[in-house]
């Protein structure tokens, strides 16, 4: 799901909840039912969330075009191989305390 998406399936679920709460108080307050209620505003939870929560084709319609992976520089492949070294070191040197 691109960010487009995420944005539009926030909007289809809040929008969808609202409604579902307007449907349901309306029609519980006319009714005097409060399960009547909760079922209408139930229905359109479930009704969001499988609107809103699988990733649907439509909410790929704007595809992120990355940039190509670079090789480390020089720098970079100096300091992580500095960081392995200490960080095996100090694994090295746990386990051999707990052999005492």
Same mark, same amino acid.
């Given at each position: 799901?691109?960010?487009?998406?995420?944005?539009?399936?926030?909007?289809?679920?809040?929008? /969808?909840?609202?409604?579902?709460?307007?449907?349901?108080? /309306?029609?519980?307050?006319?009714?005097?039912?409060?399960?009547?209620?909760?079922?209408?505003?139930?229905?359109?939870?479930?009704?969001?969330?499988?609107?809103?929560?699988?990733?649907?084709?439509?909410?790929?319609?704007?595809?992120?075009?990355?940039?190509?992976?670079?090789?480390?520089?020089?720098?970079?492949?100096?300091?992580?191989?500095?960081? /392995?070294?200490?960080?095996?070191?100090?694994?090295?040197?746990?386990?051999?305390?707990?052999?005492?």
């Amino acid at each position: 799901m691109d960010y487009e998406g995420q944005r539009l399936s926030e909007q289809i679920m809040q929008w /969808l909840i609202i409604v579902a709460a307007v449907i349901g108080f /309306l029609a519980g307050y006319i009714t005097s039912s409060y399960r009547l209620m909760l079922e209408i505003y139930t229905g359109g939870m479930v009704l969001a969330f499988l609107l809103a929560v699988p990733d649907w084709p439509y909410f790929n319609w704007h595809k992120l075009s990355w940039l190509p992976e670079q090789p480390p520089s020089e720098d970079e492949a100096a300091a992580s191989s500095s960081t /392995l070294a200490v960080q095996k070191s100090k694994q090295g040197k746990r386990s051999s305390k707990g052999k005492r």
